[in-house]
């Protein structure tokens, strides 16, 4: 039905930059809120960064200043472009999408596979 894949993840030295990439494709009426989230070993999956339909974005304190989402609603895809990157950033990725499938129906939401993204020199 719905498929969200994510691409632009790596191996990336501290200070540096990445951008990813997330396409939703299928049967899609409309899409409300978009974003990103990541789970480290070990740990719980966290909000990254979210945009809505409108282009208003929201962060996670850890990463204001230093990340910044955006959307191209024409293409159904969002990103998130990393900078100023931290160990402690390592993580897998993953973009999530409240989705339409039909008018007046119900948001549902869908997540990719998830993108590995390690800072380390």
């Known amino acids: 039905q719905v498929r969200l894949v994510e691409s632009g993840g790596g191996l990336v030295q501290p200070g540096g930059s990445l951008r990813l990439s997330c396409a939703a494709s299928?049967?899609?009426?409309?899409?409300?809120?978009m974003g990103w989230y990541r789970q480290a070993p070990g740990k719980e999956r966290e909000l990254v960064a979210t945009?809505?339909?409108?282009?208003?974005?929201n962060y996670a304190d850890s990463v204001k200043g230093r990340f910044t989402v955006s959307r191209d609603n024409a293409k159904n895809t969002v990103y998130l472009q990393m900078n100023s990157l931290k160990p402690e950033d390592t993580a897998v990725y993953y973009c999530?999408?409240?989705?339409?499938?039909?008018?007046?129906?119900?948001?549902?939401?869908?997540w990719g596979q998830g993108t590995q993204v390690t800072v380390s020199s």
């Open positions: 999530n999408a409240a989705v339409r499938i039909i008018q007046l129906g119900a948001w549902t939401d869908y």
């Open positions: 299928g049967s899609i009426f409309s899409i409300n809120i």
């Open positions: 945009i809505t339909s409108g282009g208003r974005g």
